[in-house]
């Protein structure tokens, strides 16, 4: 018989990768995975599993909204970061950040902050954005293992999340893990943009061009089909509350449990 697939899906030729690519990758997960270990007294993790509000920090430029007004949202305890950087901490993070529990969401590139910046955080969990039946395939199996740097704290997205990978944006599927937990009833967005407006320290052009050139026009042009995911997203949890802050309104139409805040 058979072995039934878990999921279904298409992509590129791009993710099939060498024998000698392979043992780089080899390499990388015992070079990250030795000094996560040897570094691992200096960080402060925790256990510590979602409460019933959480906070969603993308990498939009809404995000400062955040970093200016941390202390209108100091009983919310849990804060995911989707794609952080070291470029992405303002210089006073620690106060932002005091007694609060950090998840990470990475994608394939598994951008990790400095190891300065993460011995000042309460570490909970990272997340690697590909399902975990994706595991020993090509397409999701780690390449990088930069994250391996915070030792034993890594981990697959759950299977269950397999019917929304269609949302094909690692910060949409951060949004569809924090609405799937069942102990979560409010998520706060910040720095989810829709390709409007720019990153918090940079234009989307002067972000993407130097690595990946014409990527960032390709972004732009993703803009209605991101928001229309979106809502597809919200619908689909409607026992959820979405608080989404935007410089302006960018949906004509919402559901009920989309609420828009408006940054002025």
Known sequence: ????????????KNYKTTKKQNISFLFRKIFFNFFGFILRPIFKFNDS????????LGRGVSSNYYFFNYEKFLKIKD?????????DFKKDYKDRFKNKNIFFFTNVNESTPSIRILHNLNISKVLFGRIESMRNTDYGKRKSFKNDIL??????????????????????????????????????????????????NNSIENEIEPEAPGHSKQLKNARQ?????????VKSFPDKKFYIFLYKDLFKKRPSNLIIKIIK
Do not use: D
């Not at 804060?79 to 470029?87: A, D, L, P, Q, S």
């Open 1 to 12: 018989m058979k072995k039934k697939k878990l999921f279904k899906y298409r992509v590129s």
């Open 225 to 233: 089909k991101l928001k229309k995911n979106f809502i597809k997203i």
């Open 49 to 56: 599993e979602f409460g019933s509000n959480i906070i969603v």
């Open 151 to 200: 030792w034993g704290k890594v981990s697959y997205l759950p299977n269950q999340l397999i019917k929304y990978w269609w949302v094909n944006n690692n910060g949409l599927m951060g949004i569809c893990y924090a609405a799937s937990r069942k102990r979560i009833k409010k998520i706060y967005l910040f720095g989810f943009n829709f390709y409007h407006s720019g990153y918090m």
């Open 79 to 87: 804060i995911m970061m989707v794609n952080f950087e070291t470029k």
